[in-house]
C-alpha cells in the first residue's frame, strides 16, 4: 500500500515559522499532484496548497506571501514551509497524494489519491 507520513507540526507563537514535510512510500511509480491541505475544528477541510510534478503551484488566498510548497520528485516528498503563521492557521494538517500509479499500474491508469494522517499546527496569539 502507498503510505504518505507526515512530520513537523507542532506548537509555535504567532509569526513564527515551521516547516511540514510529507514522504510517500510504496510501490510508486509517479505522483501527479502533492499537496497540504488543513481543517480547523469546525470547519470543513480546505486547500492550503498543491504542486503537481512538474512544479505549478496553487496556493490558498489566505496563504499566498507566507507559505511555500516544494517538493522533491525523486524522493517523493512535498514540504510545506509555513512563515509569519497566525492562529487562524491552527488546524490538522493533511499530506495528500492524487494521480499515485504505481509500478503494477496500467499504463493508461490515471492513479489513485491518498491521505496522510495528519499533523497538528498550533498558532498561539
Known amino acids: 500500500q502507498v503510505q504518505l507520513v507526515e512530520s513537523g507540526g507542532g506548537l509555535v507563537q504567532a509569526g513564527g515559522s515551521l516547516r511540514l514535510s510529507c514522504v510517500a512510500s510504496?510501490?510508486?511509480?509517479?505522483?501527479?499532484?502533492m499537496g497540504w491541505y488543513r481543517q480547523a475544528p469546525g470547519k470543513q477541510r480546505e486547500l492550503v496548497a498543491d504542486?503537481?510534478?512538474?512544479?505549478?503551484?496553487n496556493y490558498a488566498d489566505s496563504v499566498k506571501g507566507r507559505f511555500t510548497i516544494s517538493r522533491d520528485n525523486t524522493k517523493n516528498t512535498v514540504y510545506l514551509q509555513m512563515n509569519s503563521l497566525k492562529p487562524e492557521d491552527t488546524g490538522v494538517y493533511y499530506c495528500?497524494?492524487?494521480?499515485?500509479?504505481?509500478?503494477?499500474?496500467?499504463?493508461?491508469?490515471?492513479?489513485?489519491?491518498?491521505w496522510g494522517q495528519g499533523t497538528q499546527v498550533t498558532v498561539s496569539s
Open positions: 504542486i503537481t510534478s512538474g512544479g505549478s503551484i
Open positions: 495528500n497524494a492524487d494521480g499515485v500509479r504505481q509500478w503494477s499500474d496500467s499504463a493508461h491508469y490515471p492513479g489513485a489519491q491518498y
Open positions: 510504496g510501490n510508486i511509480f509517479s505522483i501527479n499532484t
